[in-house]
């Protein structure tokens, strides 16, 4: 995942957050599975058209779905471009695979409200679960990036060594056993010789 799709996701967010604010709880949460269910419908037929369109002309659409508030900003946050002369919400091949994950927000979302309908102990509960989720996603995020950035290093150290001169070896004796090395001798220094 990276910092592309992270900023996606809170956008997605921070507009499902608005429906959920100035929405009726129970109508938004029919709205919001229908939307789960058109979305999943995208990520199990990706490449027919016919699930990749959202006709805004559809008795049900229009009545359960587009009749929530912010709903066409929750459209184009996860994608979709405004078709006007066919009337429907189009996502285009570009942003497919940015839907994927907004589809798993989209379920925490409708486990939320759901929580939130039941009692406030169970949306209490959900809120710390989905806290802790997205803390999670952020920290595998963070370290992934780190070790992308890690491995981006050694590859430039890599080349980088590649083209540096090669270090000049003194030569020395080949010895049978052990290193290969230079003794006194070798170099000139008698060390039985008395100095003066």
């Known amino acids: 995942m990276d910092s592309k799709q992270l900023y996606l996701e809170d956008h997605f967010n921070e ?84 839907l994927l994950p907004l589809i798993g927000e989209l379920k925490m979302a409708i486990d939320l409200l759901q929580a939130n309908l039941e009692s406030p102990e169970s949306y209490e509960k959900q809120l710390e679960l989905q806290k802790r989720q997205r803390e999670l996603k952020r920290s595998q995020h963070e370290k992934q990036e780190k070790e992308d950035n890690l491995k981006k290093q050694f590859d430039y150290d890599k080349q980088e060594r590649k083209h540096m001169d090669k270090a000049k070896d003194s030569i020395a004796q080949q010895r049978q056993y052990g290193c290969n090395s230079k003794t006194f001798k070798d170099i000139g220094v008698d060390l039985n010789a008395k100095r003066g």
């Open 15 to 98: 507009q499902i957050n608005k429906m959920l604010e100035e929405n009726h709880p129970t109508q938004l949460l029919e709205a919001l599975n229908l939307l789960h269910k058109l979305f999943d419908n995208i990520a199990k037929n990706p490449t027919e058209q016919k699930f990749r369109s959202i006709k805004t002309t559809n008795a049900k659409l229009k009545q359960s779905l587009f009749s929530q508030q912010h709903i066409e900003d929750v459209l184009k946050a996860a994608g979709f471009t405004y078709d006007a002369i066919n009337e429907c919400w189009v996502l285009p091949d570009q942003n497919l695979f940015s």
